[in-house]
């Protein structure tokens, strides 16, 4: 009974709203949940294979990439005797057969000391050099108006297909001509000419997709190209700026192509110089392994430097 003035509303029935399983319906939550999650495939393998798993296996693959490095470093502590009586693997049951008197014995080599700057003065001048002329023409190109700028961007990118030892002997000859030839500038200017054109086509997609409404904005604020370029482009363009300074300091650090040809005695880099070592002493690992070892630390330690910028750099664009 209701009470009078008052319209009883009826009771909606539970089971009304309630869904009517069918074949057809359950067909459809077996395929979804045998479906691979939106992350793709490498989520759908993951989450069947779950973290742990996957942690282990990223471990083994770590483990199976330092190991040649471990070998490299414990070979270099160890003498002539002890690597030719045994793998660089018995230094853990006899932990007395390392030694720093090889890399005391480097330090002293001024051949060896005197390629390691060297190649330090050809690597940092060129990846400083290319940094700062392919951010200036990857800006250019991305957002200033000039005749013939598309078409001098698709000659800069093919360049890209032009292998490098095309340009080896006749570049060698001008050089040979104009005096650069056997010279450190003559080493730099080899690599710059050769890096620039990846370097402006990574760095002109990456300022291009910055948001010409903020460009736009900036320039309503009375603030010029340069102006735009130092405070708003460069630190916005960081991650990529970052993962181009370091390809190109490792590609010409660890180069030994250029050097051999376009370096005499005194400015050939530490590639060169552990190259005749080899070739003058044979089987000497006790300088052979702790001056490869140094040459591998400066590259590391740059890279461990600027891990973050890298990573950053690799992944812009892929997300959006």
Not at 249 to 257: G, T
Not at 278 to 290: D, E, H, K
């Amino acid at each position: 009974m209701s009470a009078p003035g008052i319209t009883e509303v009826p009771r909606p029935d539970a089971d009304a709203g309630r869904a009517v399983a069918t074949p057809k319906s359950g067909r459809r939550r077996r395929r979804a949940a045998s479906r691979p999650p939106r992350g793709g495939p490498v989520g759908w393998i993951m989450k069947r294979l779950g973290s742990g798993v996957v942690q282990v296996v990223l471990l083994l693959v770590g483990l199976v990439w330092l190991t040649p490095l471990a070998g490299l470093f414990l070979s270099s502590l160890r003498n002539d005797r002890d690597n030719a009586s045994g793998g660089w693997w018995t230094s853990f049951t006899d932990p007395s057969q390392l030694t720093l008197e090889n890399y005391t014995a480097l330090l002293e080599n001024s051949a060896i000391t005197s390629a390691f700057w060297n190649t330090v003065l050809i690597s940092v001048p060129t990846t400083l050099l290319v940094v700062l002329l392919a951010s200036l023409a990857g800006y250019a190109f991305a957002w200033l108006e000039f005749p013939g700028r598309d078409v001098i961007f698709l000659v800069v990118v093919g360049m890209l297909v032009v292998p490098i030892q095309i340009g080896l002997l006749p570049v060698a000859k001008l050089f040979g001509e104009i005096g650069l030839f056997g010279t450190i500038p003559g080493v730099v200017l080899f690599h710059v000419a050769y890096g620039l054109p990846f370097a402006v086509f990574l760095l002109r997609n990456y300022f291009a997709q910055i948001p010409r409404e903020m460009l736009e904005a900036a320039r309503m604020d009375g603030g010029g190209e340069w102006r735009i370029f130092v405070q708003l482009v460069l630190p916005l363009g960081r991650p990529a700026i970052a993962s181009l300074a370091i390809f190109q300091f490792l590609w010409v650090w660890n180069d030994m192509l250029v050097a051999l040809l376009f370096a005499d005695s005194e400015s050939q880099p530490l590639t060169v110089a552990l190259q005749q070592e080899m070739r003058q002493f044979g089987s000497n690992i006790s300088v052979l392994a702790p001056g490869a070892f140094l040459s591998l630390v400066v590259p590391l330690a740059v890279f461990f430097a600027f891990q973050r910028h890298f990573v950053q750099g690799v992944m812009a664009g892929s997300v959006k």
